[in-house]
């Protein structure tokens, strides 16, 4: 069966700019959960959906938002980029919280 | 407090022997689960094991099995037979409270494993 799927696989943004990444689950897995991961502060949980609502939301500016899709595929906004906003961005699909499904992530670089 | 410990930022071992990976974890919850990723440089981050609070088993897939000491709450990680692959960067998190109310992993900072030929 198909995996995560995320797109685009690397984004170069400038400062003050907006940028929307994409992510298909598996087909089935009503939940995505989205991850930032960078070097200094490692994987910090952004926020999770679950049949289009919002469940749990990390500890992240409003900047950082997120939708999903009836057909649970998830796209998150970060408006206004900052520099400290490169990252790369992960997201992860579960049918149940016994197992993730991670994507082969999106790297933001914000100039 | 970190809920995830991985006190090993970096590991070499021998291609062919065994190693283990350090996670210490900490939580009040009763109900949990443990999972290892493994990471290559590519970004992927490739599932290895789970174990739940309540297993009296330590789990094992393939190469891959996990000594899970509940009262020590640490859940090591042992790659049996190292193989040149399995050279990436790997992840002990953990999610807490039952696998029908938890939402979210927390993570710990990682162990780069580097299996020499």
């Known amino acids: 069966k198909a995996g995560v799927t995320q797109t685009p696989r690397y984004l170069i943004k400038t400062r003050g700019q907006q940028v929307t990444l994409s992510c298909s689950p598996i087909s089935g897995h009503r939940s995505v959960s989205w991850y930032q991961q960078t070097p200094g502060q490692g994987l910090q949980f952004l926020f999770e959906?679950?049949?289009?609502?919002?469940?749990n939301k990390g500890n992240f500016p409003g900047r950082f938002s997120g939708r999903q899709f009836s057909n649970s595929r998830s796209e998150m906004n970060v408006s206004t980029l900052e520099l400290g906003d490169s990252a790369l961005y992960l997201c992860?699909?579960?049918?149940?919280?016994?197992?993730?499904?991670f994507g082969s992530g999106t790297r933001l670089t914000v100039v | 407090a970190q809920k995830i410990t991985q006190t090993q930022p970096g590991m070499f071992v021998q291609e062919k022997e065994a190693v283990t990976l350090d996670c210490t974890y900490d939580?009040?919850?009763?109900?949990?689960?443990l999972f290892w990723y493994k990471q290559p440089s590519s970004g992927e981050m490739i599932f290895l094991i789970y174990?739940?609070?309540?297993?009296?088993q330590n789990a094992t897939e393939g190469r891959y099995s996990l000594n899970f000491q509940k009262a020590r709450k640490s859940a090591n990680l042992v790659i049996s037979a190292s193989q040149l692959g399995d050279s990436a960067m790997y992840f002990c998190a953990m999610r807490e409270g039952r696998f029908d109310s938890a939402r979210q992993l927390t993570f710990g900072s990682g162990t780069q494993l580097t299996v020499l030929p």
């Open positions: 992860a699909s579960s049918f149940d919280s016994y197992g993730y499904t």
């Open positions: 174990q739940g609070s309540y297993d009296e």
């Open positions: 939580t009040s919850d009763q109900s949990y689960g």
């Open positions: 959906y679950f049949s289009e609502t919002q469940r």
